[in-house]
Structures are given as C-alpha cells and as structure tokens.
C-alpha cells in the first residue's frame, strides 16, 4: 500500500473558506515537508516540519510523530491557493530521500 | 527565493538515443536531487547526490541512468539508452544540508521528457 497516504484526493473550495489537508504515514518519518504545485509544474516548499506545528500567513501546518500524520490548514482560501498540494515524508537515513504522497489537487472558486 | 533553474523544460527524443538533463542548483546548495513524476502520479525519488557521489538511488534509478557534476557546473542526469518509460517529469532539487531544517528542498520547474 501507500507509504503516504494523503486525503482528500480533490478539494473544491469557496474563497473565504477553510479547509484540512491530511497525511498519513506508515514509513519512519522523521521530518515532513509540504509542498504547492502550481498547473505550469513547479514546486514551491510551504513548510518544513519536525514534530511539532508551524505557521505561515494563512497556513498552518502540524506533524504529529507519535501518531504518524500530518496536516495542512488552508484558511480564508483564497484563488491563488489553487492546485496540488504534496506532502513529503523523509526518512531516517540521513540523506533527505523523501517519499511523497499522491497530492491533494485544490481548487478555490469566486 | 532561492531557484533551481533546469534546461530545457521540455525534450523529444527517439528511444534508444541518450539525453542529458541539466540542473542550475541553488548556488551555495550542497546536496542535488533528482525525482521523476509520472503524468498524473506522485514524485518519486530517483537520486541523491553529494560531495561528487552518489549517497542513495531508488529502484528507478536503473543501470541506464547516471548522474554527475563536474567542477561545480550543472548537475545532470543522463538516461542512455532511454526507453519509452523514462518520458515523464524530472525535477531537479537541492538542499544547503541534510538531516535539520537546512535540508528543506527547492525543487526546479522539471524536465518533461517524452520518449518516442
């Protein structure tokens, strides 16, 4: 099965509304990253996460080890916020190989 | 930010032949990678890359495939002969360190490599 499970697969979203992206993992994870794929391709990292939470702007992001997950909270989205949203978990060999999920493909509408 | 810039973003070639991808790391970044991503599916890593060798390969990274980064120029990723089941998206990424906070990645824009 999947290493890194992410849900939902697709979101649609009002602007102004809040929402929960969610992954979990059944690989030793050490640290988490997320990250925003805009529709031309590129990778943008949002956060980089040890256990614990983190928080940026409208985005905030928690990594809970113990029980092996990770979410992304999107508040007031907005339509930028669009596309897909990768989580990536590294494991323990020291070398940053992450394994990511299938991604979260988010659409915010007027 | 910090950007990793690979050339070109899109290449065509027959099977059988060689390509070389190349990546612009970030410019003081230590470790490179490179993952590839099926249309449609998740990023998988290929290949890590550091102090002139490789530390870890997946699975896909197959005997075809190899990697190098002569005198501080581009990091490549050269596929030969390709296959049709190489074309896919690679990125490129790096990272100032590994193993804390230093290791966050920034990924290029990705190669879309179609395999004729």
């Known amino acids: 099965g999947d290493q890194v499970k992410q849900s939902p697969s697709a979101l649609s979203l009002q602007e102004g509304t809040n929402s929960a992206l969610r992954c979990n993992f059944s690989i030793a994870t050490t640290t988490v990253q997320w990250f925003l794929q805009n529709p031309r391709g590129s990778l943008m990292n949002l956060f980089y996460?040890?256990?614990g939470t983190k928080e940026n702007g409208r985005l905030k992001s928690t990594f809970n080890s113990k029980e092996s997950y990770s979410t992304l909270h999107i508040r007031d989205a907005q339509l930028e916020d669009s596309g897909t949203y990768f989580c990536?978990?590294?494991?323990?060999?020291?070398?940053?190989?992450?394994?990511f999920g299938k991604g979260t493909v988010l659409l915010v509408s007027p | 930010g910090p950007k990793v810039l690979q050339i070109p973003s899109h290449q065509i070639i027959d099977m059988g032949q060689m390509v070389t991808l190349n990546c612009d790391p970030v410019?003081?970044?230590?470790?490179f990678y490179w993952y590839k991503q099926i249309l449609g599916q998740q990023m998988e890593f290929l290949v890590n890359?550091?102090?002139?060798?490789?530390?870890?390969k997946s699975k896909l990274f197959k005997d075809q495939f190899s990697v190098e980064r002569p005198d501080g120029s581009y990091f490549t990723l050269k596929i030969q002969p390709t296959a049709l089941e190489d074309s896919a998206v690679y990125f490129c990424?790096?990272?100032?360190?590994?193993?804390?906070?230093?290791?966050?990645?920034?990924f290029g824009a990705g190669t879309r490599l179609s395999v004729l």
């Open positions: 990536a978990a590294e494991d323990d060999s020291g070398y940053n190989k992450l394994t």
């Open positions: 410019s003081n970044h230590l470790y």
């Open positions: 990424a790096s990272s100032l360190a590994a193993g804390d906070s230093q290791n966050t990645l920034y």
């Open positions: 996460l040890v256990p």
């Open positions: 890359f550091y102090n002139g060798k490789v530390m870890e």
